[in-house]
């Protein structure tokens, strides 16, 4: 029995190829696709290129999909080589029965109806009763290339004219109804008969990836409701599983289209005709998981257009939400706000192809545009349980991503912008960071008691001495509030402390000791601070009268010895990383005090005496 169509180009979308070649050959990214050298001849050039549907060699010229690949590759039958992948897709194939035989029967038999019926439609458009949806179209802006290219068509103004239409092929009533073209029933009709499921309406096929027919979507001419109408889930069309113009979005984007989701049938096609041959749209619905896999194959970073209004924002949430837990460093989304008042189609008549370029342009990675998603609603002035639940929100966002190095690149960018935009511009603050930054290095030794202990106690002081810095010296928070954030601190006093010292850092002005202690104690954490500034253990650059350069010094050296060796390096490498993309100052600044604390660990850090050589405990 030959499996169904339908099952054959499902697995085929949640098999991705370059994953699977990649088993066989090193495979690196070209552009948009991949390239490599041809694992069935011997080659010392690469010329085997893997695409997101399809792979080919120019050297060999082998050719075919996933299943092609694994039959020569490995010698495996069609057979197995379907079992293989559908067990790898967690998918189960279909066994052959008489009930199953019979239903891909009527599978190509419905297909046969679509395309007649589709044919019906066109002709109907231009006969004289489909003027006014030919008018209509034309006064849309298209042209009768652009008209014949996605098939649009007329339905007729009457009820029963499809099926008149195809009688004289042989199509049944029943057949038009298993297509969805036709109710089953009408209980207000005489003897309940089928009545046309589509009337007076302009037509818009929906075609399959590989450009058949699956269903149609109707809109009517004038002020009737609803205005548009979907075909209903039959056997050939799965709405959450389809895009409108995905067939030609494939060659467009194979041929370097940007692929763009905008929101409905006359966006698409006006956009293709504007040269955007990337456009698609799903049907009616919010994007889908099954529509963002379909969107995958067609490209590794497709945009999501929205409108800039609160329905707009409300719908890229929704989608940042679904799109989460389906990232990977090779597939991801773009975002793109389209002016207020505007749609994708009548942006492109009014300014012309470059303005909606121009939104292309301005789309944002979604890592950029996910904290403003999430931070919907929270106020600039945000409370500290304000700030703490966004903080919460964006954490478990960036969990959401199954890759742990994809999440934690996703954790740093959106806590980058949690501290960012909970910084305040104290006056205070600005003359201790200028004097940190600016002034000359003391050189006053911290002076720390030497004592033999267990690492835990020895770690708890650490985390202590850093603790009483920030306690005496808070001006120092806005500067190095993401790296006490990145410590892995003792629990207890010492993270109770932190998460209430950040809290107060989102609404403090000044950032003054006395304020700082002030706010502690009402949260009754006295106890704690106590703990934290008692003098014994502690270093001088905790002590109140220590100068702002001599406390961030010792800040860094004790982020250095609770951070550890490993994450340093990998810290200043980030930071590097960061600078060359960015040429931040704050990144440069980071930079300096990472090596500078990598440079402090490497000299005192590897003490096993308790002392550190006289710089911590």
């Given amino acids: 029995m030959a499996l169904p169509p339908a099952f054959l180009d499902e697995l085929r979308v949640r098999?991705?190829?370059?994953?699977?070649?990649?088993?066989r050959t090193r495979l690196v990214r070209n552009g948009r696709q991949w390239k490599g050298c041809c694992p069935f001849h011997n080659e010392k050039t690469p010329s085997f290129y893997v695409y997101d549907d399809h792979f080919h060699c120019f050297g060999c010229g082998a050719h075919g999909d996933a299943i092609t690949f694994l039959m020569r590759a490995e010698g495996a039958a069609f057979p197995e080589a379907v079992e293989r992948l559908a067990a790898e897709a967690g998918m189960e194939v279909p066994k052959a029965t008489p009930q199953q035989a019979a239903r891909e029967a009527r599978v190509r038999d419905l297909t046969g109806v679509l395309a007649l019926a589709e044919a019906a439609f066109r002709r109907r458009l231009f006969l004289p009763e489909g003027k006014p949806a030919l008018d209509y179209l034309r006064r849309r802006g298209l042209s009768d290339e652009t008209i014949t290219r996605f098939g649009l068509g007329w339905s007729g103004e009457g009820r029963g004219a499809l099926a008149a239409d195809l009688k004289a092929e042989g199509v049944e009533v029943a057949q038009l109804v298993e297509a969805g073209l036709m109710k089953p029933r009408d209980p207000d009709a005489p003897g309940g008969a089928a009545v046309d499921l589509y009337f007076n309406r302009v037509m818009f096929p929906i075609r399959d990836r590989r450009g058949r027919v699956i269903s149609f979507g109707g809109r009517i001419l004038g002020d009737g409701q609803p205005k548009y109408v979907n075909g209903p889930e039959t056997a050939l069309f799965r709405k959450r599983q389809s895009l409108y113009g995905q067939d030609l979005a494939r060659e467009g984007a194979f041929r370097g289209g940007t692929v763009v989701v905008v929101e409905g049938y006359m966006d698409v096609i006006a956009l293709h005709q504007a040269g955007f041959a990337g456009a698609v749209a799903p049907l009616g619905t919010a994007l889908t998981a099954e529509q963002l896999e379909a969107l995958w194959q067609l490209s590794p970073e497709p945009v999501l257009c929205f409108d800039g209004d609160a329905a707009g924002a409300r719908a890229a949430a929704r989608a940042a939400?679904?799109?989460?837990?389906?990232?990977?460093?090779?597939?991801?989304?773009?975002?793109?706000?389209?002016?207020?008042?505007?749609?994708?189609?009548?942006?492109?008549?009014?300014?012309?192809?470059?303005?909606?370029?121009?939104?292309?342009?301005?789309?944002?990675?979604?890592?950029?545009?996910?904290?403003?998603?999430?931070?919907e609603g929270v106020p600039a002035r945000a409370t500290p349980e304000q700030?703490?639940?966004?903080?919460?929100?964006?954490?478990?966002?960036?969990?959401?991503?199954?890759?742990?190095?994809?999440?934690?690149?996703?954790?740093?960018?959106?806590?980058?912008?949690?501290?960012?935009?909970?910084?305040?511009?104290?006056?205070?603050?600005?003359?201790?960071?200028?004097?940190?930054?600016?002034?000359?290095?003391?050189?006053?030794?911290?002076?720390?008691?030497?004592?033999?202990?267990?690492?835990?106690?020895?770690?708890?002081?650490?985390?202590?001495?850093?603790?009483?810095?920030?306690?005496?010296?808070?001006?120092?928070?806005?500067?190095?509030?993401?790296?006490?954030?990145?410590?892995?601190?003792?629990?207890?006093?010492?993270?109770?402390?932190?998460?209430?010292?950040?809290?107060?850092?989102?609404?403090?002005?000044?950032?003054?000791?006395?304020?700082?202690?002030?706010?502690?104690?009402?949260?009754?954490?006295?106890?704690?601070?106590?703990?934290?500034?008692?003098?014994?253990?502690l270093c001088d650059a905790a002590l109140?009268?220590?100068?702002?350069?001599?406390?961030?010094?010792?800040?860094?050296?004790?982020?250095?010895?609770?951070?550890?060796?490993?994450?340093?390096?990998?810290?200043?490498?980030?930071?590097?990383?960061?600078?060359?993309?960015?040429?931040?100052?704050?990144?440069?600044?980071?930079?300096?005090r990472l090596s500078e604390a990598l440079a402090m660990f490497r000299a005192g850090g590897s003490g096993d005496d308790g002392s550190d050589a006289g710089h911590a405990p």
């Fill in 15 to 23: 098999t991705p190829l370059a994953p699977l070649i990649g088993r």
């Fill in 321 to 375: 939400e679904i799109a989460l837990p389906m990232l990977s460093p090779e597939r991801s989304l773009k975002l793109a706000t389209l002016p207020g008042g505007e749609d994708p189609d009548t942006l492109v008549v009014k300014g012309g192809p470059a303005a909606f370029q121009g939104v292309l342009d301005a789309a944002r990675p979604l890592g950029a545009a996910l904290y403003d998603l999430v931070a």
């Fill in 387 to 537: 700030r703490t639940a966004l903080r919460h929100r964006l954490t478990n966002a960036a969990a959401l991503i199954p890759d742990k190095a994809l999440a934690a690149e996703y954790r740093r960018v959106l806590l980058d912008r949690f501290y960012q935009a909970g910084r305040l511009p104290p006056r205070e603050a600005s003359g201790a960071r200028g004097a940190a930054r600016g002034g000359q290095r003391q050189g006053a030794p911290l002076r720390l008691v030497r004592r033999a202990v267990d690492a835990a106690w020895q770690r708890e002081e650490r985390a202590r001495n850093l603790i009483a810095i920030l306690l005496r010296h808070p001006m120092l928070l806005g500067e190095v509030e993401e790296a006490f954030m990145a410590l892995d601190l003792p629990e207890g006093s010492c993270a109770v402390l932190r998460d209430a010292m950040i809290a107060w850092l989102g609404m403090a002005d000044p950032l003054d000791s006395q304020g700082l202690l002030a706010q502690l104690n009402q949260c009754g954490l006295e106890d704690s601070v106590r703990w934290a500034t008692r003098r014994d253990g």
């Fill in 544 to 592: 109140p009268d220590a100068q702002p350069m001599e406390a961030l010094d010792g800040f860094w050296h004790f982020f250095g010895l609770l951070r550890g060796e490993a994450e340093l390096i990998a810290d200043r490498a980030e930071a590097l990383r960061m600078l060359a993309e960015t040429n931040d100052p704050q990144v440069q600044q980071r930079l300096i």
